[in-house]
């Protein structure tokens, strides 16, 4: 993931890489912009979605689930993405319950839970929606049929839905780019090529412009621009 400032367009590649000890090779340096303090109220419900989701992906019955990489590389336990997402949401000053999406977005889709039982959990039906909304509905349709009807639901999706659904694919953007950058060709932790990978996100970054924050979409675009030109060579 990227610093979640709006600096320019030449944000995206800028990253800080730390030790060892870190729970990902890829630990960035997070910016807050105004309004990311948060009163003791939003930090529970968010410590909350936090804790429902490290549970949710680590006890699912497929197993604990891991980030793709290529063979031989660093797998980090699925839960680190999730926390990415929604650092990027907490740093650009979104609401509570935007930020609780962004931990919980995935576990509708890759989880035993189901939109009643996450309701259940977090107590939020509009928590609920916006997983919902970033959901794919379908995962036995094509790649391309799911990515085809997810961008027809973001085309006429809320500034909330299109800010975590942004935050999401900046993280996913940044890591395949990080390791196209190290020799790694896309197919080594992808199902499809390049060029289908930069067609998807050159269409998310049309919808994302007319909708998600500045502070999102200037990295995505950036990281973007990177996978533009990965795949010109």
Partial sequence: ??????????IGPKRSIVGSTALSPFAVRFTPQEGAM??????????????????????RRRGLQYRKAPAGTDRPAYFVHL???????????????????????????????????????????????????????????????????YLDRLRTAGPDVLALSCADKLCNITDMCLYLGRGHDVRDFTSRGLGAQRAKYDALAEVYSKGAPPALFEPFFGWLERMRAFARR
């Fill in 83 to 149: 926390t990415e997402v929604a650092m990027h949401l907490m740093n650009c000053g979104l609401d509570a319950e935007v930020v609780a999406a962004g931990f919980l977005h995935d576990t509708i889709e890759d989880t035993d839970l189901t939109a009643g039982t996450l309701l259940a959990a977090i107590g939020s039906k509009r928590v609920v929606a916006l997983v919902q909304a970033v959901t794919e509905l379908d995962k036995g349709q094509s790649w391309e049929r799911r990515n085809r009807d």
């Fill in 1 to 10: 993931a990227a610093p979640c400032a709006a600096a320019g367009r030449d």
């Fill in 38 to 59: 948060r009163t003791h109220e939003e930090m529970t419900f968010i410590y909350q979605a936090l804790r429902i989701a490290e549970h949710a992906h680590r006890t």
